[in-house]
């Protein structure tokens, strides 16, 4: 039986997203028990592993997209481009590929979220207000894919095209049910009204957010719905549930 790897403290601060000091409190306080050696910390890599997955996806990728403040994300979860988003959407793949269960609708799911992912990165090319990147975590056993990101939202790319839009309620509406076209390079809109496509006409839903207006939709209802959130996302956040 091979040993357990060991990280050190740097490594896993960089995996988890957190500075040194949150891991000696968290070590202190028992929520991540570093092993000892020589006074200095280290930890199971496993151990990293599992406390990623008992995260709750979609209250990081809110907290970060909604948030003021330029935090940090955990390595897993943040593709810094669009190279590595595609890599981690192959890898998404892969897992899915092997639970037969998913065989129906897995290219269906690899390209909604292809979709959403990549319309990030293109809309927000060279203009990112703060962070660059985005927000891609996915749990195969809660059935739940995340997205997230921190850039200029659904209301100011749409505004480019479509000067009239005033509000986000407006433009989510637009997004996903209008058709625009001159907009290149940009076409976040007309992508959106793909992804509502696979959507509606499969077992999937979709929790859709930017600035202080959601939208639902559920697969096989039919049944779109926009409203007014309580809180304000930064960019945008989909959640895909299948």
């Known amino acids: 039986m091979e040993p357990e790897s060991l990280?050190?403290?740097g490594e896993a601060a960089m995996r988890l997203g957190v500075s040194r000091d949150t891991l000696r409190r968290w070590d202190k306080s028992g929520k991540l028990i570093a092993i000892r050696k020589n006074n200095?910390?280290?930890?199971l890599e496993k151990s990293i592993d599992n406390f990623l997955s008992n995260l709750n996806l979609?209250?990081?990728a809110f907290d970060w997209a909604s948030s003021d403040k330029n935090t940090e994300l955990p390595q897993l979860f943040y593709c810094q481009d669009s190279s590595i988003f595609q890599a981690r959407l192959v890898k998404m793949k892969n897992v899915l590929a092997s639970n037969p269960?998913?065989?129906d609708i897995l290219f269906l799911l690899v390209a909604v979220?292809?979709?959403i992912g990549s319309n990030s990165f293109d809309h927000n090319l060279g203009n990112w207000p703060d962070m660059p990147g985005i927000f891609f975590g996915y749990d195969v056993e809660k059935k739940e894919i995340v997205l997230a990101d921190r850039g200029r939202g659904l209301l100011e790319t749409l505004k480019r095209v479509k000067p009239s839009l005033n509000n986000h309620k407006d433009a989510l509406n637009t997004a996903f049910t209008e058709v625009l076209s001159g907009r290149s390079p940009e076409d976040?809109?007309?992508g959106l009204k793909f992804v509502k496509k696979i959507i509606l006409e499969n077992p999937m839903n979709l929790f859709f957010q930017s600035g202080d207006y959601y939208l639902k939709m559920s697969g096989l209802n039919f049944n779109i719905d926009i409203r007014k959130s309580k809180d304000y996302?930064?960019?945008c956040i989909a959640i895909i549930k299948f």
């Open 40 to 43: 200095i910390r280290y930890y």
């Open 101 to 103: 269960i998913f065989i």
């Open 58 to 60: 979609s209250k990081i």
């Open 7 to 9: 990280i050190t403290i």
């Open 188 to 190: 976040r809109g007309n």
């Open 113 to 115: 979220t292809g979709e």
């Open 233 to 235: 996302i930064r960019g």
